[in-house]
């Protein structure tokens, strides 16, 4: 854990010990259906402190807060390996008087539906995004929201028809960005000029590197053809890399490694259920899209990061092996919404 996250952890900490945490709590996915989702929370609901968070730190931010809350967690799928934790948190916290609504359209397990729904309301059903879900329960008459989900739907579909969702996704990585783009989408303006040029910006940025990208394709045993789009060692942004890629090229998924850390799936032609690698990665996500972590010795993470793409470890390798014997188990099910 480095050591911004540690700080950051403590000052959480302390604020919510002395009451500086208003009452709602949002706990959101960091991409612009996170970000959507939590505009539309505090739309309906009034302020609210959000923090941004995914399948497999959920837990840990579940562990931070000490005070009676509300609580709305949105578009975080649950990894079946961390349910038993959240559940032993989810416990304590309603234990201490806390009302938690968990908002979400990721497939979940009948087992996490029981489990959680012991603790907390929760409303799982699988739409184009989160934010449409949150908008269909918390706030339908609202014509703003319904916009948001808009934005959300285009966006986590990976369309990326409006413009407006191409900028908040090169926004939705920092902290401080993704609180300023919810602030506004909250407040139904949606952009600003201090925003749009930060974005603009750091669409740039991405572009240039864009040029750079380095593919290679490959086949699955079963004779499924996938791109493995390899974007170490200062990642990018991998959904609209292989989004792009799938426009022009012929294949069924990509592969795409962000550092030696992280990767993604995404669908492009094929009808694979990929999130069944994620989960086995730590991850998880939709059949049609979905990411996991890598995990290798500390001394090669360093490696990772000196040499880049020069280097590959045996553990990127052993995903790739894993990954192309992705077919041997039957997938039966089959999602589309690619
Ligand atoms: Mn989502």
């Not at 900490?13 to 208003?22: C, E, K």
């Not at 539309?40 to 807060?65: C, E, N």
């Not at 022009?248 to 550092?259: P, R, T």
């Not at 492009?268 to 991850?283: H, R, T």
């Given at each position: 854990?480095?050591?911004?996250?540690?700080?950051?952890?403590?000052?959480?900490?302390?604020?919510?010990?002395?009451?500086?945490?208003?009452?709602?709590?949002?706990i959101?996915?960091?991409?612009?259906?996170?970000m959507?989702?939590?505009?539309?929370?505090?739309?309906?609901?009034?302020?609210?402190?959000?923090?941004?968070?995914?399948?497999?730190?959920?837990?840990?931010?579940?562990?931070?807060?000490?005070?009676?809350?509300?609580?709305?967690?949105?578009?975080?799928?649950?990894n079946?390996?961390?349910?038993?934790?959240?559940?032993?948190?989810?416990?304590?916290?309603?234990?201490?008087?806390s009302?938690?609504?968990?908002?979400?359209?990721?497939?979940?397990?009948?087992?996490?539906?029981?489990?959680?729904?012991?603790?907390?309301?929760?409303?799982?059903?699988?739409?184009?995004?989160?934010?449409?879900?949150?908008?269909?329960?918390?706030?339908p008459?609202?014509?703003?929201?319904?916009?948001?989900?808009?934005?959300a739907?285009?966006?986590?579909?990976?369309?990326?028809?409006?413009?407006i969702?191409?900028?908040?996704?090169?926004?939705?990585?920092?902290?401080?960005?993704?609180?300023?783009?919810?602030?506004?989408?909250?407040?139904?303006?949606?952009?600003?000029?201090?925003?749009?040029?930060?974005?603009?910006?750091?669409?740039e940025?991405?572009?240039?590197?864009?040029?750079?990208?380095?593919?290679?394709?490959?086949?699955?045993?079963?004779?499924?053809?996938?791109?493995?789009?390899?974007?170490?060692?200062?990642?990018?942004?991998?959904?609209?890399?292989?989004?792009?890629?799938?426009l022009?090229?012929?294949?069924?998924?990509?592969?795409?490694?962000?550092?030696c850390?992280?990767?993604?799936?995404?669908r492009?032609?094929?009808?694979?259920?990929?999130?069944?690698?994620?989960?086995?990665?730590?991850?998880g996500?939709h059949?049609?899209?979905?990411?996991?972590?890598?995990?290798?010795?500390?001394?090669?993470?360093?490696?990772?990061?000196?040499?880049?793409?020069?280097?590959?470890?045996?553990?990127?390798?052993?995903?790739?092996?894993?990954?192309?014997?992705?077919?041997?188990?039957?997938?039966?099910?089959?999602?589309?919404?690619?």
């Open positions: 854990m480095n050591i911004k996250r540690m700080k950051w952890i403590l000052s959480f900490m302390l604020a919510d010990a002395i009451g500086l945490i208003p009452e709602n709590i949002t959101a996915h960091g991409d612009v259906d996170g959507a989702s939590a505009a539309i929370v505090k739309r309906a609901r009034g302020d609210s402190y959000v923090v941004f968070s995914g399948p497999r730190s959920v837990s840990k931010m579940l562990g931070m807060i000490r005070r009676k809350h509300k609580i709305f967690i949105v578009d975080v799928a649950i079946p390996s961390a349910l038993s934790e959240i559940t032993r948190k989810l416990k304590r916290l309603k234990e201490k008087g009302e938690i609504t968990w908002i979400d359209h990721h497939p979940w397990t009948k087992e996490a539906i029981e489990t959680i729904g012991r603790y907390a309301e929760i409303h799982v059903k699988e739409e184009k995004s989160a934010a449409r879900l949150v908008m269909e329960i918390l706030n008459e609202d014509e703003v929201s319904r916009k948001i989900a808009e934005i739907d285009d966006a986590d579909t990976a369309e990326y028809s409006m413009e969702s191409r900028l908040y996704r090169a926004g939705s990585r920092g902290s401080k960005l993704r609180k300023r783009i919810v602030d506004l989408m909250a407040e139904g303006k949606f952009m600003d000029e201090e925003l749009e040029e930060k974005l603009k910006n750091s669409m940025k991405e572009g240039k590197s864009r040029t750079e990208v380095n593919y290679q394709f490959l086949t699955t045993f079963s004779g499924k053809k996938f791109v493995l789009i390899d974007l170490r060692p200062s990642g990018g942004p991998g959904s609209v890399i292989a989004k792009e890629l799938c022009k090229e012929d294949f069924d998924f990509a592969l795409v490694i962000f550092s850390e992280k990767f993604s799936l995404y492009c032609k094929g009808s694979e259920n990929l999130s069944k690698v994620c989960e086995e990665y730590e991850g996500g059949p049609y899209a979905c990411g996991g972590r890598i995990k290798m010795p500390f001394y090669r993470k360093i490696l990772c990061k000196i040499l880049g793409k020069g280097y590959r470890p045996p553990e990127i390798d052993e995903l790739i092996e894993r990954v192309r014997k992705l077919n041997e188990e039957a997938s039966s099910d089959n999602n589309d919404k690619c």
